[in-house]
């Protein structure tokens, strides 16, 4: 791509915003903050249409698209294509490399983790399939829940194993990173890179959108320069931009986090003949539904026939 391409047509298409986050999906995130990081004037744009798409988020500017499941991600493609390259002195550094797996692989895998299987999918509801039908999103929910569980490799003879040490990575990569990063403002003293888009999304997905008995979340809330770092270049690149100001973060439990306020149960009524009726109706329309799943999942794209080859214990 041309190096004079006019910056207004830039265009980023994430999922919807949630959560206080601009786009509170996981693979969208670090985007949006490379693209602030680097002072790159762009647009942002929601699309909704593919909930499960692995195409999302993408960049886009006349006939050029970078997609997240294309060369390395959304960013890998803007570095090399050199519309903006934040690392072009770095990625050579040896303490480039090591930091870059602790945050791409361990901690990602941990985030991964907690988000399908570690919280039970409390979060990944409402990012993903809240647009959708109830019955179209439990599936596509339970799709990728497989799927995820595929990549990290558990199954029902390893998981506990697999859990701890996914734990034990997420720690040790916390240490370190706390370590390195001290009292500076970057990984890299004064200067942001895309492992600061990466790091920075993660922690503020961490504290943001998991929920507070989040193992992930207890872990790195432990190293309170983390999460300074994490509210100053929030603060600086996510809130000056925006007109409407996510809320801080907030680095321990809330005092109300143990009680629960359930509303009083109403006294059950007798059902009239008519009720009775459309209760019949809606079992009808639910299966309608679960078959306009299947459509959907086979027509969209869905799981590939080897993906559907469910192990017998599961």
């Known amino acids: 791509m041309e190096g004079d391409q006019d910056t207004s047509d830039f265009t980023l298409v994430t999922r919807k915003p949630c959560f206080g986050l601009p786009t509170a999906c996981p693979n969208c995130l670090p985007a949006y903050i490379y693209l602030k990081l680097s ?8 699309n909704s249409t593919f909930p499960d798409s692995e195409e999302l988020p993408y960049f886009e500017s006349g006939t050029y698209v970078a997609y997240n499941n294309e060369d390395g991600g959304v960013i890998e493609k803007l570095k090399k294509d050199g519309i903006v390259n934040l690392d072009s002195q770095l990625h050579s550094l040896p303490e480039y ?5 602790l945050i791409v692989s361990w901690l990602q895998e941990a985030l991964t983790y907690e988000i399908w299987v570690g919280t039970e999918g409390i979060s990944a509801s409402k990012i993903y ?5 109830w019955v179209i999103s439990k599936v596509l929910f339970y799709k990728q829940t497989y799927l995820a569980k595929n990549r990290l490799g558990l199954t029902k003879e390893n998981a506990e194993r697999r859990e701890k040490l996914i734990y034990k990575r997420a720690s040790e990569a916390y240490e370190a990173l706390s370590t390195r990063l001290g ?13 600061d888009a990466f790091f920075l999304s993660h922690i503020l997905f961490t504290i943001q959108v998991l929920p507070e008995t989040s193992v992930l979340r207890s872990k790195l809330l432990e190293h309170s320069n983390l999460v300074k770092y994490a509210e100053k270049l929030k603060s600086e690149f996510i809130e000056a ?10 680095s321990f439990p809330s005092s109300f986090s143990g009680k629960s306020s359930k509303p009083k149960s109403k006294p059950k009524a007798e059902k009239t003949e008519e009720e009775k009726k459309f209760k019949k109706r809606a079992r009808f329309f639910l299966a309608a539904q679960f078959l306009a799943v299947v459509i959907y999942v086979s027509v969209m794209g869905g799981v590939s026939s080897d993906e559907m080859e469910y192990e017998d214990d599961d």
């Open 97 to 101: 490399i090591s930091l870059k797996a």
């Open 183 to 195: 009292e500076q403002k970057f990984l890299f003293e004064d200067r942001p890179s895309s492992l």
């Open 129 to 133: 399939y809240s647009d959708l039908p």
């Open 241 to 250: 931009s925006s007109s409407s100001p996510s809320p801080p973060l907030h």
């Open 39 to 46: 002072h790159l004037p762009f647009q942002l744009a929601f």
